[in-house]
T-cell receptor, first 112, second 109 residues
Framework: DAGITQSPRHKVTETGTPVTLRCHQT?????MYWYRQDPGHGLRLIHY???????DKGEVSDGYSVSRSKTEDFLLTLESATSSQTSVYFC???????????FGPGTRLTVT | KNEVEQSPQNLTAQEGEFITINCSYS?????LHWLQQHPGGGIVSLFM???GKKKHGRLIATINIQEKHSSLHITASHPRDSAVYIC???????????FGAGTILRVKS
């Protein structure tokens, strides 16, 4: 599993509240990614990071922000959660010198 | 039109059958990734290909760069192979994956 953990694993929150999801890795990989997975849409990239404080947007970045203040942690924040952000969120890392990505266990977020 | 198209969308097979899942893409790529996701489960990397063919156990993945096509084969299928199989590609200049919609495989005993 390339030493990737996500927290929390499940969360239920109300519309309008801020939410932060954490991705933690133990192997010093440079590239980290946040995806969401929804029925009928598959996996879609939200944001990714290519180093500490270096981040870029993916195809569905609206309503999300990210931060990476140290190599091992990549945080995804929903500033004001909406019901359309109910989804399963996966974090991933890309191995050094390779194209291969390894995924975390996922976080199931429900916004009521 | 999606950049990555998978077929079929759904597949039901009997245990022991040979299975093929196809992936076509419309852009130049650096590499192609096959992933597996069991129901309610995490996402597991099966293969990363940039040319030719790779084999791991009963799974075989091939890619034809000229035809922009990849196939994932499962020999002697088993109910535990029931999962969603996802194809994803890296563009020529990027570090981002573009995903197909996935193929839902069910293998009946």
């Amino acid at each position: 599993d390339a030493g990737i953990t996500q927290s929390p694993r499940h969360k239920v929150t109300e519309t309008g509240t801020p939410v932060t999801l954490r991705c933690h890795q133990t192997e010093n990989h440079r590239y980290m990614y946040w995806y969401r997975q929804d029925p009928g849409h598959g996996l879609r990239l939200i944001h990714y990071s290519y180093g500490v404080k270096d981040t870029d947007k993916g195809e569905v970045s609206d309503g999300y922000s990210v931060s990476r203040s140290k190599t091992e942690d990549f945080l995804l924040t929903l500033e004001s959660a909406t019901s359309s952000q109910t989804s399963v969120y996966f974090c991933a890392i890309k191995l050094q010198g390779s194209y291969e990505q390894y995924f975390g266990p996922g976080t199931r977020l429900t916004v009521t | 039109k999606n950049e990555v198209e998978q077929s079929p969308q759904n597949l039901t097979a009997q245990e022991g059958e040979f299975i093929t899942i196809n992936c076509s893409y419309s852009v130049g790529i650096s590499a192609l990734h096959w992933l597996q996701q069991h129901p309610g489960g995490g996402i597991v990397s099966l293969f990363m290909l940039s040319s030719g063919k790779k084999k791991h156990g009963r799974l075989i993945a091939t890619i034809n760069i000229q035809e922009k096509h990849s196939s994932l084969h499962i020999t002697a299928s088993h109910p535990r192979d029931s999962a969603v199989y996802i194809c994803a590609v890296y563009g020529e200049y990027g570090n981002k994956l573009v995903f197909g919609a996935g193929t839902i495989l069910r293998v009946k005993s």
